[in-house]
DNA sequence: AGGCACTCTTTCCGGCATGGAAAGCGACGG
DNA sequence: CCGTCGCTTTCCATGCCGGAAAGAGTGCCT
């Protein structure tokens, strides 16, 4: 395994941006209003948060149109997953766990 | 042991102020000098996240004239630790781990 | 074609938190 | 009485944040 070196990063940190990141981790794909829902924000804090995290290259957007209906999926990058991951380790640091 | 509630704590979770508290956790008392010093930030930053986490009843601040020197010593207070340990519990929780 | 619904996006706006700089302040020491 | 130490408070400029509402792209229905 690599040193995963401990990195406060403060676009993960926010908490509605945490909460996304923290979903993403667990599923490889999760879907705009699934994630709408389980964050409990309304669609355009979402959208907001999403495109921050997509400015900083940490989740793919993807939209298709599957079944005649929009679809908008989300997706952790490698970025992403480094950046959470190193953050969360650097929380850990931090909580002394 | 009593479960945990994992609650999200805005109080705590500001960086600065999560830091302190984590610093706070694992040693019963420190110094204003030596927080400060941990944490990296200036005098009056300090003394401001410091009285947020006073007010919120999180940490107790003793001021002492120990050998002619002013000394201020912190320290999490009972509530102060529970509300870490929670906000914690919480950070795991959305980790995911 | 026109209208409507669905699914996000973007804009507008007021409010709150934050940090740096600098002035304040109480307790000593000289 | 002045200067210093050790915080505290004030002042100020900036940025983030969320809610509401308007926008925009796409497909369905009649």
Chains 1, 2 share one sequence.
Not at 22 to 39: K, N, Q, W, Y
Not at 44 to 58: D, I, N, P
Request: charged share 25%; aromatic share 4%.
């Amino acid at each position: 395994m690599t040193a995963l070196e401990p990195r406060f990063d403060a676009v993960v940190h926010a908490p509605p941006r945490l909460q996304i990141c923290g979903l993403l981790a667990a599923v490889d794909t999760m879907e705009f209003a699934s994630v709408r829902d389980a964050v409990q924000v309304s669609d355009s804090v979402l959208s907001k948060h999403v495109k921050q995290l997509e400015e900083a290259g940490y989740v793919q957007v993807r939209k298709a149109t599957i079944a005649s209906r929009q679809r908008t999926s989300l997706a952790l990058t490698k970025a992403g997953r480094a950046a959470f991951d190193a953050h969360v380790a650097e929380l850990r640091r931090i909580a002394g766990v």
